[in-house]
Structure formats: structure tokens, C-alpha cells
């Protein structure tokens, strides 16, 4: 928006001021052929005069003050510190030369210009602003303007040259850059920031339900029980909002059902399970009924392994500010219970969490870090924008190719389905939800001196 307005404005100002300069030379162009046919005039009026009459007339022409030229007849050129450049310069000095050339056969006339405080006239070369008013100021001074005074030099006899001085009534006459004039600029400043205040207000107008809505997509990962969004704005964010809205409901129904099915078949597994396996303990075989056992006790992990994915992935609780440090030190004093080395390093700020989930999620990872690793060492680093937990255990690790796929349900590297030798293969899966839940992610890595990684990012909210 603002290039664009910016390209607009500088467009509009080359144009204008192509035209304005085309019209300014133009002006200049019939004003300086006048003015050197009045100059021509006055030159061929002081050829005329006899030599003794010229300083007579000269003194009259003073006396009156006031007169269009200011005239002088030196002993010697007077030295203009000659200024200006450009075409209008250019048109003015040639117009003249042209001018004295066809109407008084003069070819070696000097014109130029210079600025009233640098201007030297008479044979003392004496400033123009040390004369006495009349002679001088009314026809060569325009305060506050000060335009640029323009001087005629031509020699009439030896020892003898003609002074002639005038003003050209054109404004910004050598000023190249009259257009950036403050006026200008100040206008061109109001413009933009109108349009640009305008703008943005439009377009918070119409971004701010867009933003909202951006808001609760990610909020909605955190907690499917948000209330909906106001439906309003123009025709196509409401159509959006409305969307989202149904997106919502249908994924919390979803959800719902999820559970209320998995639940239903946990509970309703309870019952033959237990019945098989108090058939299992009355077989008189032995080693059938250790294998009817073992296979009920696989098919038991699964189950409660099912049910324990889906509570774990039930997030419905309240955002609470606990203490990681805490809830780690609790978790380790814990497994020390069962012989698990934990050691903690570092300090962190309270965080904001859902703490159930929060403290199975460290829970799980402790638990494989101390069964697969021996020991678990847990470093915290926390800062402005995130909590960073590490936890390294010492055991094989993972290889590189299996990193993704160990978050997959039911997925163990370790073969067997003992609950003595390996989990379910959720608690990863199960963790890393619960992580993502919170806005942060969990990955994994093998140490270069053996073991496995696990990094966990919570921002802070």
C-alpha cells in the first residue's frame, strides 16, 4: 500500500512537473526577449548620447530612483561571481546574446547573473547593499525574495563599458528542485499517512476475525471444550467461522465417541478374560496352562495398554502454573523406590500445564529411561520463550531409522510381549501427544557416547 501510494504521488509530481517546467521555460523564454530588447534600447540610447551627456543622464536616472535597469558606465568590466546552471540559465543568456547581436551588431556582450549580496557595481566595485536606497535598491531588491539579479557587460569605447543590471520576474529561477518545495512535501506526508491510516484500518477490520479464528485453531488442539466463535464479520470470514465452528463439534463428538467405545470394549474384555483365566488355572496341564496364562496376560497388557492410550490422550483438565522441578523430583523419588537412578540438574520457572497429563508424560519417558537405560539423567534449561527438559538414559538407543517410527501405537523395538521385559508400546506415542497438546514438540536422538536423547519443549503461554 504504501509503494503503491508512494508511486502514485512521485508519478503525479514528475508529470506535473514536466509540464510545469515546460510552461516556466516558456515564460522565461518570451520575458528574457523582452527584457534584451529593452536592455538593446538602452544601449543604443547611451551609444547615442555624446561622451560628456552620459554621466549627466546617469546622475538624473539616479536621482529619480526607481528605474526599471540600474545603468553605469565604468573604466573597466566590473568581476560578477557568475551563478546558476541549468536550461534556464542557458535560454536566458542566449535570447540576449542573440538579441544584442541582431539589434546592435555586439557579439562579445557578457550576461550573467549573480546574488544581491555578492553584487559589485561602479568603477570601486561597491556592493549593492552599501549604496543609498534610491540608486539602486528599489529596481535590484525584491526582500525577502532576493531573486538572482541579472548583469549586461558590453564595451562602448575603450576604457569605457556599460553596466546595465535588472531583475527577471520569474521565481525559482535556477531552483531545479522547486517542486520538493515544504509546501509539497507537507501535503504529500498528510496523503500518506491518510491513506495509510485508512488503509490499516480497514484491514484490522478484516483480519482482526481472522486473526481470532487463527487464535482458536491453536487453541484448539489444547482444549476441544472452547466455546465456539461469534459468528460476524463480512460474508466470507463468517462463512469460515461457521466452518470451524462444525469442525469443532464434530471433532469433539468424534473424540467422544472414541472413548466411550474404547471404554466400552475394555470394560466389556474385563469379564472373559477373567473367566478364561480362571478356566486356565484348573487345566491339569501344566504347561498348557502356563501358555493359556502367558497369552492372557499379553492379551490383558493390550487391553489396559488401549485403555491407558486413551485416558492419556484425555486432556480434559484445567491449565494450572506447576512446578517441573517439583513434579520431576516427585516422579524420581518414586522409581528410586524400585532401585531407578534419577538425577536432576537445573532450575525452571513454573509452567502452565494440564498437571495430570503433564506428570504421566514425564512419568512414561522416566520409566523407559530406567528400564532400558539404568539410570536417567534430567537436565532443564529454561528461558524467555520455552522450557527445555532432557533426558538421557544409558542404555542401546534407538536406531537412526526407528526414531519416527517408535511413536507409533503398539511399537516396541524389544520383541517380547512379557510384562516383565517390555511396555505396550504407547508410552512415546502417548507422551508426545500429551507435548504437542501444550504447543511443544518431543524428539528424539542418540547420545555420541551411547544412549538414547528424549528432548521435550514446553513453550511458556
Known amino acids: 500500500m504504501i509503494v503503491g501510494v508512494l508511486g502514485a504521488q512521485l508519478s503525479s509530481y514528475a508529470i506535473w512537473t514536466a509540464q510545469a517546467r ?35 543622464v546617469l546622475d538624473q ?40 547581436e541582431s539589434e546592435l551588431g555586439v557579439r562579445e556582450a557578457l550576461v550573467e547573473f549573480s546574488y544581491p549580496e555578492d553584487l559589485r557595481l561602479l568603477n570601486n566595485e561597491v556592493l549593492l547593499r552599501d549604496l543609498p536606497p534610491r540608486w539602486g535598491h528599489y529596481s535590484l531588491l525584491l526582500d525577502p525574495l532576493e531573486p538572482p539579479i541579472l548583469v549586461v557587460q558590453l564595451q562602448l569605447e575603450p576604457e569605457s563599458w556599460l553596466y546595465v543590471a535588472t531583475l527577471l520576474p520569474v521565481p525559482d529561477l535556477f531552483n531545479e528542485h522547486a517542486w520538493l518545495s515544504e509546501d509539497r512535501l507537507f501535503a504529500a506526508v498528510i496523503v500518506l499517512l491518510a491513506v495509510i491510516g485508512l488503509s490499516l484500518l480497514g484491514i484490522r477490520s478484516v483480519t482482526r476475525p481472522l486473526a481470532r479464528l487463527a487464535r482458536a485453531a491453536r487453541q484448539l488442539g489444547d482444549d476441544l471444550d472452547t466455546p465456539p466463535l461469534p459468528e460476524r464479520g463480512p460474508r466470507e470470514t463468517l462463512d469460515t467461522t461457521q466452518a470451524f465452528n462444525r469442525m469443532q463439534e464434530r471433532i469433539r463428538q468424534q473424540v467422544e465417541e472414541r472413548e466411550r467405545l474404547f471404554s466400552a470394549i475394555s470394560h466389556d474384555l474385563k469379564t472373559p478374560i477373567t473367566r478364561m483365566r480362571l478356566r486356565a488355572e484348573m487345566l491339569d496341564d501344566e504347561i498348557q496352562r502356563e501358555r493359556f496364562c502367558a497369552a492372557l496376560d499379553e492379551l490383558d497388557l493390550l487391553v489396559k495398554g488401549a485403555l491407558a492410550s486413551v485416558k492419556g490422550l484425555d486432556l480434559h483438565e484445567n491449565i494450572e502454573r506447576i512446578d517441573p ?22 532450575e525452571a520457572a513454573p509452567l502452565a500445564v494440564k498437571p495430570l497429563a503433564f506428570k504421566r508424560c514425564l512419568g512414561n519417558l522416566l520409566e523407559n529411561a530406567i528400564f532400558y537405560g539404568r539410570r536417567a539423567e534430567v537436565v532443564l534449561v529454561d528461558d524467555e520463550q520455552n522450557l527445555t527438559i532432557t533426558i538421557r538414559d544409558h542404555g542401546p538407543g534407538i536406531p537412526d531409522a526407528q526414531c519416527q517410527r517408535v511413536f507409533e501405537p503398539f511399537v516396541r523395538l524389544e520383541p517380547s510381549r512379557s510384562r516383565h521385559t517390555g511396555g505396550s508400546g504407547l508410552g512415546l506415542g502417548i507422551a508426545r501427544h500429551i507435548v504437542r497438546a501444550h504447543g511443544g514438540e518431543l524428539m528424539l536422538g542418540n547420545h555420541p557416547d551411547g544412549g538414547l536423547v528424549v528432548t521435550l519443549e514446553f513453550p511458556h503461554q
Request: positive net charge.
Open 61 to 100: 536616472l539616479r536621482d529619480m530612483g526607481g528605474t526599471r535597469f540600474f545603468v553605469s558606465i565604468n573604466d573597466h568590466r566590473i568581476p560578477i561571481r557568475d551563478i546558476g546552471d541549468g536550461p534556464a540559465k542557458t535560454l536566458v543568456v542566449n535570447n540576449f546574446q542573440r538579441v544584442l
Open 22 to 56: 515546460s510552461s516556466q521555460l516558456k515564460q522565461i523564454d518570451e520575458l528574457s526577449n523582452n527584457v534584451a530588447y529593452s536592455v538593446a534600447s538602452t544601449v543604443r540610447f547611451f551609444r547615442s548620447l555624446p561622451y560628456e551627456y552620459r554621466h549627466i
Open 325 to 346: 522441578c517439583r513434579v520431576l523430583n516427585d516422579l524420581a523419588d518414586e522409581l528410586r523406590l524400585h532401585n531407578g537412578k534419577v538425577s536432576i540438574e537445573g
